[in-house]
């Protein structure tokens, strides 16, 4: 990584909205970092930037993913640097992406010329909306911050609705910028089918969409994914690797690196490999949600109603008391008439042999010689006993047909 790494490797490259972009792209959000304290945990020189730019571009990587927002512009800043120490013709291949917050889209040619300054360009190749300008989504930027200065991504701040900007005049600002040539190509980030409609329905045309996708960040398949491909949108993933939790490298969640919030102000928690894995158990999930009655049991249980509210249900009006059917199993005292033996349904399953393998079978007559191959209808017309022990003796019983209308 000391010298300048032989350019001339290829990588396959994919069609993005317009762009051509590598397959693989390098994202710079570690650069800017300040020190333990902040999110990576650990101070990002500029050698290390020029030596780690030169290795991705030497191995065919031409896309390069930083925004506003990383190291609070740091990351701009590090990336221009570190773009004036690659050589002419690596330079030239490089393709910069950037983003701007949607809490500063209410004065977007402002903060887009700030970038402009930081990487030292007068156009960037992809400007990205950060994310949706949305109230939940500006709050996610409105926290607090780390001692290094960095943003505390573990903490939101309060916004108020009548500071959301409008988010379809941010795009018709892009749009002006693109015109000007100071954008070549607009993007958005983390956005979902609604908030992509609201932006196209200005007429801009989206480059790509960069969402987060992995093995185990599948959601943008359901609905996301099949829109953009519908309207000619490219998608960019992000944290393929889920920041290195998907490379094998930490055995259990406890041995996940903490982020700056955690290591600054307060331990890690002591969980044991038996609790971390019971976590993560599909099986333990299911018990935990299972665990508490739904609210269908809660309100047979109470006589309540499952709808909230202190009312409980009226009573039910008394009606005469319902008989029980006898059981199949009865061994003594005489049969009733609401003994279910005869229901085509419930003798059929207590027939199967695999489900009562320590019941004994009777038959009588033919029914003793029946084969395998007798159909459901023989079936629910032969008269069979389940019973566990002798029971009293029973009337004969009147000839029927044999064999059954429809029998093989």
């Given at each position: 990584?000391?010298?300048?790494?032989?350019?001339?490797?290829?990588?396959?490259?994919?069609?993005?909205?317009?762009?051509?972009?590598?397959?693989?792209?390098?994202?710079?959000?570690?650069?800017?970092?300040?020190?333990?304290?902040?999110?990576?945990?650990?101070?990002?020189?500029?050698?290390?930037?020029?030596?780690?730019?030169?290795?991705?571009?030497?191995?065919?990587?031409?896309?390069?993913?930083?925004?506003?927002?990383?190291?609070?512009?740091?990351?701009?800043?590090?990336?221009?640097?570190?773009?004036?120490?690659?050589?002419?013709?690596?330079?030239?291949?490089?393709?910069?992406?950037?983003?701007?917050?949607?809490?500063?889209?209410?004065?977007?040619?402002?903060?887009?010329?700030?970038?402009?300054?930081?990487?030292?360009?007068?156009?960037?190749?992809?400007?990205?909306?950060?994310?949706?300008?949305?109230?939940?989504?500006?709050?996610?930027?409105?926290?607090?911050?780390?001692?290094?200065?960095?943003?505390?991504?573990?903490?939101?701040?309060?916004?108020?609705?009548?500071?959301?900007?409008?988010?379809?005049?941010?795009?018709?600002?892009?749009?002006?910028?693109?015109?000007?040539?100071?954008?070549?190509?607009?993007?958005?980030?983390?956005?979902?089918?609604?908030?992509?409609?609201?932006?196209?329905?200005?007429?801009?045309?989206?480059?790509?969409?960069?969402?987060?996708?992995?093995?185990?960040?599948?959601?943008?398949?359901?609905?996301?994914?099949?829109?953009?491909?519908?309207?000619?949108?490219?998608?960019?993933?992000?944290?393929?690797?889920?920041?290195?939790v998907l490379t094998?490298?930490?055995?259990?969640?406890?041995d996940i690196p903490?982020?700056?919030?955690?290591?600054?102000?307060?331990?890690?928690?002591?969980?044991?490999?038996?609790?971390?894995?019971?976590?993560?158990?599909?099986?333990?999930?299911?018990?935990?949600?299972?665990?508490?009655?739904?609210?269908?049991?809660?309100?047979?249980?109470?006589?309540?109603?499952?709808?909230?509210?202190?009312?409980?249900?009226?009573?039910?009006?008394?009606?005469p008391a319902r008989?029980?059917?006898?059981?199949?199993?009865?061994?003594?005292?005489?049969?009733?008439?609401?003994?279910?033996?005869?229901?085509?349904?419930?003798?059929?399953?207590?027939?199967?042999?695999?489900?009562?393998?320590?019941?004994?079978?009777?038959?009588?007559?033919?029914?003793?010689?029946?084969?395998?191959?007798?159909?459901?209808?023989?079936?629910?017309?032969?008269?069979?006993?389940?019973?566990?022990?002798?029971?009293?003796?029973?009337?004969?019983?009147?000839?029927?047909?044999?064999?059954?209308?429809?029998?093989?």
């Amino acid at each position: 990584m000391d010298g300048e790494a032989p350019v001339g490797a290829t990588m396959k490259t994919n069609r993005a909205g317009g762009l051509e972009l590598s397959a693989l792209g390098y994202g710079t959000w570690q650069f800017g970092s300040g020190g333990a304290d902040d999110y990576w945990g650990l101070e990002f020189t500029d050698d290390m930037a020029v030596a780690l730019l030169k290795q991705a571009t030497a191995a065919g990587v031409t896309y390069v993913d930083t925004a506003a927002d990383y190291a609070q512009g740091g990351s701009e800043l590090q990336l221009g640097r570190a773009l004036k120490a690659l050589a002419p013709d690596a330079r030239a291949k490089v393709v910069i992406g950037s983003k701007i917050l949607p809490n500063n889209c209410g004065d977007v040619r402002k903060y887009t010329e700030e970038t402009l300054a930081r990487l030292d360009v007068p156009c960037v190749d992809l400007y990205m909306v950060h994310w949706p300008i949305e109230r939940n989504s500006m709050a996610h930027f409105a926290g607090d911050h780390t001692a290094a200065g960095g943003r505390d991504y573990a903490t939101t701040g309060a916004v108020a609705a009548e500071s959301v900007p409008p988010s379809q005049r941010a795009f018709l600002d892009l749009m002006e910028l693109q015109k000007e040539g100071k954008i070549k190509h607009i993007g958005v980030s983390n956005f979902g089918v609604r908030q992509l409609a609201d932006a196209l329905e200005t007429g801009v045309t989206i480059a790509v969409n960069q969402l987060a996708y992995n093995l185990l960040t599948r959601a943008i398949e359901f609905e996301i994914l099949p829109f953009c491909r519908q309207r000619g949108i490219g998608v960019l993933a992000y944290s393929p690797l889920l920041q290195g939790v998907l490379t094998g490298a930490f055995p259990t969640i406890a041995d996940i690196p903490r982020t700056a919030r955690g290591r600054a102000t307060s331990p890690a928690p002591a969980t044991s490999r038996a609790t971390a894995r019971r976590a993560t158990s599909p099986s333990w999930r299911r018990r935990s949600r299972s665990s508490a009655p739904s609210p269908r049991r809660r309100a047979s249980r109470s006589r309540t109603s499952p709808s909230p509210g202190p009312w409980p249900r009226a009573p039910r009006a008394s009606s005469p008391a319902r008989r029980r059917p006898t059981s199949s199993r009865r061994t003594s005292g005489p049969r009733t008439s609401t003994c279910r033996r005869r229901s085509s349904r419930s003798s059929t399953r207590r027939r199967t042999s695999s489900s009562r393998p320590w019941a004994r079978t009777r038959t009588s007559g033919r029914a003793s010689t029946r084969t395998a191959k007798t159909t459901a209808a023989s079936a629910r017309i032969t008269h069979t006993r389940l019973t566990t022990a002798p029971s009293r003796p029973r009337a004969p019983r009147r000839p029927g047909r044999w064999p059954p209308r429809g029998a093989p």
